[in-house]
C-alpha cells in the first residue's frame, strides 16, 4: 500500500537510553502500522511519528490510521 510518512521531532531533545532496544520497539510498532495499512487498501494510509520533551522526560508517539488494535491485544501492551 502506498503510506505518506511524516515526523515531527522536536529538535535538541537529548535522551539516556538503550539505542538498541528503543530501535526495535519502534520498529514493532512502525511494522504493525504497516500490517494494518495491509488490512485495509480502501483509505488513505497515513503514519506520523512526534517526540516533544516533557519535563525532565521525551515523548515519542506513533499515530496511524489503521484499524488499530482488537481488545485482546490492548490488554497485552506492556507485556514482556
Known amino acids: 500500500?502506498?503510506?505518506a510518512?511524516?515526523?515531527?521531532?522536536?529538535?535538541?531533545?537529548?535522551?539516556?537510553?538503550?539505542?538498541?532496544?528503543?530501535?526495535?520497539a519502534l520498529m514493532n510498532?512502525?511494522?504493525?502500522?504497516?500490517?494494518?495499512?495491509?488490512e485495509d487498501e480502501t483509505r488513505e494510509h497515513r503514519l506520523l511519528v512526534t517526540s516533544f520533551a516533557r519535563g525532565t522526560t521525551c515523548e515519542i508517539r506513533i499515530t496511524d490510521t489503521g484499524s488499530g488494535m482488537s481488545e485482546d491485544v490492548l490488554n497485552q501492551v506492556g507485556t514482556p
Not at 5 to 24: A, Y
Not at 29 to 38: G, H, M, P, R, T
Open 5 to 24: 510518512c511524516e515526523s515531527r521531532l522536536q529538535p535538541g531533545v537529548t535522551v539516556s537510553l538503550d539505542r538498541e532496544k528503543m530501535r526495535r
Open 1 to 3: 500500500p502506498n503510506i
Open 29 to 38: 510498532l512502525i511494522a504493525n502500522s504497516v500490517q494494518s495499512f495491509e
